[in-house]
Each structure stands twice: as C-alpha cells, then as structure tokens.
C-alpha cells in the first residue's frame, strides 16, 4: 500500500483556515498571540461571551442585592435549572432532565447514593481500570459506606495496552452480581469514545443501573443520551465548554426515574414552590433538580450563560466537524514529519472512536511539553510518558497545528528538550 500523500505546506494550512466556516469564532476568545493554547480539554480559554455573562450577574447583584434571586435578566433561584435546558441539547436530553450544579466528584457521589443500592445478590460496582481518579476514588468510597471492600466490590474492566479499552471485555464482566456500572464516555487519556448506546442496552438486558462520566465529551462531540436510554451521567464544564476553572459542574438523569429521592438531599432538592415553607420534610423535585444539594455557586456558573449561548449558535455537530478535521490533520502531519523520532499516536485514528484531542508517547514526554512550552505551545503531560494535545474548535487554526508540529519536529532535530528535566511539575 502506497503512503498515504500529506501536503505539509503553510500554504495549505491558510487554505483550511480561509475555508473554516467557524474561523470567526476565534475573535470571541482571548487569546495570547505569542502562545498556541493545546490545552482546552483540560480548561479552555475565556471567551468575550463569557466575561460578559459574569460581569452581567456581578451587576445584578449590584443593583438588586438579595431580590437578584427572583430579578434582573437571569433570576439566580432558577438559574441552574435554565442552564441545564440549555445544556441538554449538547447532551441529547430533555431539557428538565439536566440540572448545572456541583462538580464531578460531588454529582457523582450524589448519583452513586441515588443508583447503588445494593442487595444479597447484586453488590458489586463495575468501572474500568483507565478511568479518571476521582470517579475511582467516589466509588471506593461509596463502597465503604455500604460495608464493601472495594478490593472485591469494586471490578475494574482490563485494558491490554493500557490505553483503549475493549466494549466486549466491557459487556464480559456485567456478571450477575454487578448492580451499578460507572464509565468514561471518552477515556481522558488515550481519547477513545465508548459506544455509550451498545453498553446501556447490554447493562439494562443484565437489569444493571449504568451511568457515564461526561467530563472529556461534552462540548466536544454530540450525544443521545435519552435517545440511548442512559440512567445518569454528570460532567464538569470548564473543558470544552469553557466555563472557567473550578465552574460548576452539571448531571443529567433519565426520566424514567423522575420522582426518585435523591441519596444526599438538600434545600434545593426541594420543589421551588415550597423550599421557603422551611419545613422538616422534604418535597423533592419531581425532574433532575431533585438532585441538586445546597445553595447553587452563582458567580461560578455565570460565565456558562455566554458561552453555552456560543455553542447553541454554533451547533455541536458543527463542532464535531472541525474537530474531527483538526486531529485527522494534526495526525497526518506526526505521521509525515515526526516518524523518525519515536513517537507512539495511542489516541484512534478511527474518526467514530476519536474523541477531541491527539494523545502521544514519548520516552522524553516531560521534558518535549517543557521545551514545547518554552517554544510558545501549550501541551498537556500525563505522566509517565504522555502528551495531550487538543486543538478545540472554537478557537484553534489549522495554522495553529502546522506551527506547533513544525517547532515539534525542530525540538527534536536539535534535541533542545534536554535542556530540560524529564519530570513533571506540580500540576502536569
């Protein structure tokens, strides 16, 4: 078979660039000229849209004080509930099945309290062995608070290189004693996509709860999570979505389970006609704000107001487009300009399988992220020998992609990255 043909020219990367029907977008970024930011599936950059939206709500708490609550263009007592509708979209869902509350970690421990209840027969939780700490370690301890050893309680699917992961292998361990399963919609290393679909119809023919981790999907390709009947998932928004670092976090439930209590109950699990009777007993929401806990973090979720404006406008299928335009032109550029030079692309390359950023091996990963970043190139490590780079849609140029593999390919011609420690820094 003949090498597939790459035209590695500059000129071509500004013809992409001329014919990107989203290149306006990038003016609503703040972005750092000296800089190329591949960073955005770890915290995407400030839109215009977005400092906006926060400076709007910091004006209403001005001018309203306390009454901000039920006044001004964005009432604060119903904002995570209009925000979830206008999420939904992005996650195919109905829109009072979505609330923006919490972080990751807290809706995962609220859905976990929810969803496990666990009997003689079923016990046992099911994840996978490439997941993302924190959805582990809730897990863990939901676990022990039901009196389980997670060391027997807790089953972790194998992965065979260490990077992708099998849905039949998947599908395998969905044994009998299995109440509950929590996966990753794209694993946040390699980028692999689950078939989200495949795994809930396998999970409920077996009569199992299952729930996905959203965190390094939303915002970066569509989804039908009612479509695929998914019981629950929950996501933070400050990736793709570029909500800010720390923003609030959001879940979705399926409605087939509207009217269930909610495991941690809190005043906003409260209907919103009487959370201010101030009674004892809780009347929960009958919709996925039941699934709210305390008092929700207003400034922090403002700047989602501008920015899930943009992505409405823009589409998510739109975005899917170009991303998955960005990566297959940034793989076919490692492919033709670094293939001398050890590195290993552990991301898919199948377009259905690829989520939004490319995942690299190198044995001197550390210190070429350290040197890239000297060179004005914002990468991500994971350790021990991975790079990130993720070119996000709203922002990114396919010129962009051309620099950074060209200072790439100069990095190791010249070998400047051993002017550098091949060891990460406090936060990777």
Known sequence: MSEKQVNTTYEYAIDLDKNDE??????????????????????GLLSKRAEKSLMDILQSWRDYGIDGWTEGEHPWFYLSERLGASMAALVGANTNEVIVTGSTTS?????????????????????????????????????KLHGYNPKTHLIKVKSGDGHLLKEEDII??????????????????????LDLKRLTEEAHKREI????????????????????NVDFAFWCNYKHLNGGPGTVGALYVNHTHFGKAPGLAGWFSSKKQHQFDMAHELIHEHHAG????????????????????MFNEVGINNIRRKS????????????HELKEYEFIVRNPREDKMRGGHIFLEHPEAARICKALKAE?????????????????????????????????????????????ENKRGVIA
Not at 214 to 228: T, V, W
Not at 292 to 309: C, D, E, F, K
Not at 327 to 333: E, P, W
């Open 376 to 420: 004005g190139v914002v990468p991500d490590f994971r350790s021990p020998n991975g790079i990130r780079l993720a070119p996000v849609a709203l922002y990114n140029s396919f010129e962009d992609i051309w620099t950074t593999i060209q200072k790439l390919k100069r990095i190791m011609a010249e070998q400047t990255y051993k002017k550098f």
């Open 172 to 193: 395998e361990a969905m044994t009998a004693d299995v109440a509950l399963i929590v996966l990753p919609s794209i694993l946040y290393r390699s980028g692999q996509i």
């Open 22 to 43: 989203l290149s306006s977008y990038r003016e609503e970024f703040y972005l750092n000229e000296k800089k190329i930011y591949l960073d955005g599936n770890s915290l």
């Open 290 to 309: 039941a699934f709210q806990m305390g008092t929700p973090h207003v400034l922090s979720v403002a700047p989602l107001i501008g920015s899930l404006a």
């Open 107 to 143: 809706n995962l421990h609220q859905l976990l309290a929810t969803f496990f209840q666990p009997n003689e027969q079923k016990n046992k939780i099911l994840t996978d062995e490439l997941s993302f700490p924190t959805d582990v370690y809730a897990m863990q301890s939901q676990l």
């Open 324 to 335: 998955l335009r960005l990566t297959g032109y940034m793989l076919d550029l490692i492919d």
């Open 209 to 228: 709860i299952i729930g996905f981790d959203l965190c390094h999907s939303i915002g970066a390709i569509p989804h039908q999570l009612s479509e695929s």
